[in-house]
Structure formats: C-alpha cells, structure tokens
C-alpha cells in the first residue's frame, strides 16, 4: 500500500493565506465604515478603545484583531458585527421576486385579507417582531 506524502507545511501556508485574505477584507470593511461615517481614526480610536496605531494596522489588514476588540469597533462605528466578518463564500440570500406584486400594489394586502388568522397573526407577529407564540 502507497503512503500519501503529506507536507504539514502545504496546511500551514493555507491557514496563513486565509487568515491573511480574512484580515484584509476585515480591516477593508473597517475602513470603508469609518470612512462612510466620516470619523478619523482618532474618534473612532476614542469610541472603541483601540489605539491608532492599531486600528491603522487592522485597516491595512496587518492587525489580527480579537472578537472583543471588533466588537468595540463595530459598536463605535454603530454597525452590526457581522457586518464587519461576513463571509464573501457564504450564499447570499436574495429576495425572494413574486411577478406582478410591484405592478400591483395593493397584492400584499389583498392576500393579507384572505388569510387564516393564524397566518395574518404570523405576519403580524414578523412585521413587528413580537415574542408572543402564534396559537396553534
């Protein structure tokens, strides 16, 4: 029987491109939404607790930055965090197009009135994102 021949240092080159290429699209978003939002390193640096020389790293994708202190950052720049590290390979969910509703705008409520209650009450409870259990 044939051993494969592994390279341990083939793993390793991998796990440092991916987190090098995750780091610079992070700090690419960083600094992208500090920009947006129009501060300079130094307010967000105020907001967030992480220094300049820091968040100037991250920004250049240098600074391997932990969970905590981006979530600091993503609070100081009043985003979500998952706005900061999504993942470009994950499947984006698109909307959901359903023909002729725009060309009619009153579809939504016409099916709305045709509803059972239990599913109007779904559609309420969505709408308004209550924590009330829909009756079975």
Same mark, same amino acid.
């Given at each position: 029987?044939i051993? @494969?021949?592994?390279?341990d ?6 796990e440092?491109?991916?987190? !090098? ?6 700090g690419a ?7 947006? %939002?129009?501060?300079?390193?130094? #307010?967000?640096?105020e907001? %967030?607790? #992480? %220094?300049?020389?820091?968040?100037a ?13 981006l979530?600091?950052v ?5 985003? @979500?965090l998952? !706005? ?6 994950? @499947?984006?969910e698109?909307p ?8 009619? @705008?009153?579809?939504?409520?016409d ?8 599913d109007?009450?779904r559609?309420?409870?969505?709408l308004?994102? %209550?924590?009330?259990p829909?009756?079975?």
């Amino acid at each position: 029987m044939i051993e @494969p021949i592994l390279d341990d240092n083939l793993f390793e080159v991998e796990e440092t491109g991916l987190r !090098d290429s995750f780091l610079a699209s992070v700090g690419a978003r960083v600094k992208f939404r500090r920009n947006k %939002s129009r501060i300079s390193r130094r #307010v967000l640096s105020e907001r %967030s607790g #992480v %220094s300049e020389r820091f968040l100037a790293q991250l920004e250049h994708g240098k600074g391997n930055i932990s969970i905590v202190r981006l979530k600091a950052v993503a609070d100081a720049l009043d985003i @979500p965090l998952c !706005d900061l590290v999504r993942d470009e390979r994950a @499947p984006r969910e698109d909307p959901v197009e359903l023909p002729g509703w725009r060309a009619h @705008p009153g579809a939504i409520a016409d099916l709305y009135r045709h509803a059972t209650a239990r599913d109007q009450a779904r559609v309420i409870e969505l709408l308004v994102g %209550s924590r009330r259990p829909v009756p079975a």
